[in-house]
């Protein structure tokens, strides 16, 4: 029997919750399943606890043979048992696979933090950007006060500009009349 570790829905509607479980590969997706494994859920903003994974008995029934579906690798990764799994297919020693996947967890709480701190200083640096911008709008508005008088004289430009565009077909005609007389 060919089985595989997928995620099966539930929840309502517009707020999914998944189980993730070892189910025949020919089975549907929200069929009967063997064993349930873990859960995941998407809504959760918590990267780090949106979900639940029964490692031991992942790891059996990976050496059973069973498939993983891509987002259920996903998951795994993210916890570091994909990692924990490779090393395993590469025959070392449970104390040498504790060993870096220990290193690994380590190292990737660093990169988070460092996430963490770079998103601060992102959301600071948009904050004193926003400031700026409310700074800068608030000054315009204060000109535009002080120059009430000359937006009273801008119509009269503006009748200057339309009688302008009334000379220029003029200088067009000149301008067409001109290759005519070079063409005889």
Same mark, same amino acid.
């Given at each position: 029997?060919? &089985?595989?570790? /997928?995620?099966?829905?539930?929840? /309502?509607?517009?707020?999914?919750?998944?189980?993730?479980?070892?189910?025949?590969?020919?089975? $549907? $997706?929200?069929?009967?399943?063997?064993? +349930?494994?873990?859960?995941?859920?998407?809504?959760?903003?918590?990267?780090?606890?949106?979900?639940?994974?029964?490692?031991?008995?992942?790891?059996?029934?990976?050496?059973?043979?069973? +498939?993983? &579906?891509?987002?259920?690798?996903?998951?795994?990764?993210?916890?570091?048992?994909?990692? $924990?799994?490779?090393?395993?297919? +590469?025959?070392?020693? !449970?104390?040498?696979?504790?060993?870096?996947?220990?290193?690994?967890?380590?190292?990737?709480?660093?990169?988070? +933090?460092? $996430?963490?701190?770079?998103?601060?200083?992102? /959301?600071?640096?948009?904050?004193?950007?926003?400031?700026?911008?409310?700074? &800068?709008?608030?000054?315009?508005?204060?000109?535009?006060?002080?120059?009430?008088?000359?937006?009273?004289?801008?119509?009269?430009?503006?009748?200057?500009?339309? !009688?302008?565009?009334?000379?220029?077909?003029?200088?067009?005609?000149?301008?067409?009349?001109?290759?005519?007389?070079?063409?005889?």
């Amino acid at each position: 029997m060919a &089985t595989k570790i /997928r995620l099966k829905r539930i929840g /309502r509607r517009n707020r999914p919750f998944y189980r993730i479980i070892i189910i025949d590969s020919r089975k $549907r $997706r929200d069929g009967s399943a063997i064993e +349930q494994v873990g859960w995941y859920n998407p809504i959760e903003n918590n990267k780090e606890k949106n979900y639940n994974l029964k490692e031991d008995r992942i790891l059996e029934w990976l050496k059973l043979g069973a +498939q993983v &579906t891509d987002p259920v690798n996903k998951l795994m990764k993210r916890s570091g048992l994909a990692y $924990r799994w490779h090393l395993m297919k +590469q025959g070392l020693s !449970e104390k040498e696979i504790d060993k870096a996947v220990e290193k690994w967890k380590k190292e990737r709480d660093k990169v988070i +933090q460092d $996430r963490i701190k770079a998103n601060k200083a992102k /959301r600071e640096k948009a904050k004193a950007k926003k400031e700026a911008a409310k700074v &800068t709008e608030e000054a315009p508005a204060e000109e535009e006060k002080a120059e009430e008088a000359p937006v009273e004289e801008a119509p009269a430009e503006e009748e200057k500009a339309e !009688e302008a565009p009334a000379e220029e077909p003029a200088e067009e005609e000149k301008a067409e009349e001109a290759p005519a007389e070079e063409e005889k």
